[in-house]
Nanobody
Framework: QVQLIESGGGLVQAGGSLRLSCQASRHMFSNFPMGWFRQAPGKEREFVAAITWIGDMTFYGDSVKGRFSISFDRAKNKLALQMNSLKPDDTGVYYC?????????????????WGQGTQVTVSS
């Protein structure tokens, strides 16, 4: 069993920053990759970022490259997403997700476990 709980969402002005956290209920070495997805009202789920256990390889969606950074604290079993230079288009519900491993880390179908999401709203 894996439980994922997101936190850190909120309201921020364009150009600001937020740091999201995803607390996992157990050691996650067998449930990687882990990643972040987001979904705005009326839009499809969008890949944001992912990280692997071996090698700490990171992947980012085109719309967030250079602005977001994903990391994982193994001691605390906590996934983080640092979001800088936020834009109104970044608004949405952000979901933490965990493996098991599948070929495409950018696909939501590659993840078995999901958090309930945390709202991020970026004002103009």
């Amino acid at each position: 069993q894996v439980q994922l709980i997101e936190s850190g969402g909120g309201l921020v002005q364009a150009g600001g920053s937020l740091r999201l956290s995803c607390q996992a209920s157990r050691h996650m070495f067998s449930n990687f990759p882990m990643g972040w997805f987001r979904q705005a009202p009326g839009k499809e789920r969008e890949f944001v970022a992912a990280i692997t256990w071996i090698g700490d390889m990171t992947f980012y969606g085109d719309s967030v490259k250079g602005r977001f950074s994903i990391s994982f604290d193994r001691a605390k079993n906590k996934l983080a997403l640092q979001m800088n230079s936020l834009k109104p288009d970044d608004t949405g519900v952000y979901y933490c997700a965990a493996g098991p491993s599948r070929p495409d880390v950018r696909s939501g179908s590659s993840y078995r476990y999901w958090g309930q999401g945390t709202q991020v709203t970026v004002s103009s």
